[in-house]
């Protein structure tokens, strides 16, 4: 069974500053990891994806996320915010093998909120 | 734009009532999963088709029901609706068993 868990429900922050969205995962086999956002009354877009090699993948809008195996993390980070970034953020796994076939589980999601 | 079409936008109904909900894929993609998304229970999988067959099925109460059509459409019935199955339905597809996933805009349904 896996879990996955985002240390906040909700981060808000000022207009250009850094900021970091944490997700640890629980998982009994190796697992791909992800990162979507969800704007207001919209589906699901991904962010970036982990699935080997270089623990430090980049994705889309300026979004980075490390993945670190031993502390089960992929923490979601950005230089510097833009009001346009306000969204939901959920922070995913999914098996690499067995019978999941590809299904996600996703973690509680963390509300970004940007102030001018 | 993902390429995932879902309709209804929106679906307003009453308890016990029966509803479908129904999904197109992005084209080449043989793959469809349903997920609810509601405020106490998060995301969760519900399951998914592969090409036609039941491949995975997640935490999908006896009262729904899904199938993949020939043309890789698929439809959600969720029957006898009671006020917690109120909950945005979301639709995702990928190439096969793939790890990524493109998601619909999504079905929010209103029991009343």
């Known amino acids: 069974a896996q879990s996955v868990t985002q240390l906040d429900s909700q981060v808000p922050v000022f207009e250009e500053a850094p900021v970091e969205l944490r997700c640890n995962y629980s998982s009994s086999v190796s697992v791909y990891l992800f990162w979507y956002v969800q704007y207001p009354n919209q589906g699901l877009q991904l962010l970036l994806k982990y699935l080997s090699g270089s623990t430090l993948v980049k994705g889309i809008n300026g979004f980075e996320a490390e993945f670190n195996k031993s502390q089960t993390s992929f923490h979601l980070r950005k230089p510097s915010v833009h009001i346009s970034d306000t969204a939901e953020y959920f922070c995913a796994v999914s098996d690499r093998g067995g019978t999941s076939y590809g299904k996600l589980t996703f973690g509680q999601g963390t509300i970004l909120t940007v102030h001018p | 734009d993902s390429g995932v079409t879902q309709t209804p936008k929106h679906l307003i109904t009453a308890t016990g009532q029966r509803v479908t909900l129904r999904c197109s894929p992005r084209?080449?993609?043989?793959?469809v999963y349903w997920y609810q998304q509601s405020l106490d229970q998060g995301l969760q999988f519900l399951i998914q088709y592969y090409n036609g067959e039941e491949r995975a099925k997640g935490n999908i109460l006896e009262r729904f029901s899904a199938q993949q059509f020939p043309d890789l459409h698929s439809e959600l019935n969720l029957s006898s609706l009671e006020l917690g199955d109120s909950a945005l339905y979301f639709c995702a597809s990928s190439v096969a068993h793939s790890y990524e996933q493109y998601f619909g805009p999504g079905t929010r349904l209103t029991v009343t």
């Open positions: 084209s080449g993609d043989l793959s």
